[in-house]
């Protein structure tokens, strides 16, 4: 069996060496990169979404009520007519 010492000092090492590699620096490239374009991109928050979403829900409620208010006054217009 192994020691579970020698595991995490096995693990200890790896990630030593990973911090200390080329690969890090890639990924903290990597990352500014995808922030630079995003940045430039015409991005909303995922909190901005929900907000106007929510508002469109509104909205559409609104419209549905009053598109049955004006079909119900036109049945009305109609009927005396």
């Known amino acids: 069996m192994l020691d579970p010492k020698i595991l995490e000092e096995f693990g200890n090492k790896m990630s030593a060496l990973l911090a200390n590699s080329p690969a890090k620096d890639i990924e903290k490239n ?33 419209l549905q009520a009053l598109e049955a208010r004006v079909e119900a006054l036109e049945k009305a217009r109609d009927g005396k007519q």
């Open 30 to 62: 990597a990352k500014a990169v995808m922030s630079g374009v995003f940045g430039k991109l015409d991005l909303v928050t995922r909190e901005e979404f929900d907000i106007q979403a929510q508002l469109l829900a509104r909205t559409r409620e609104k």
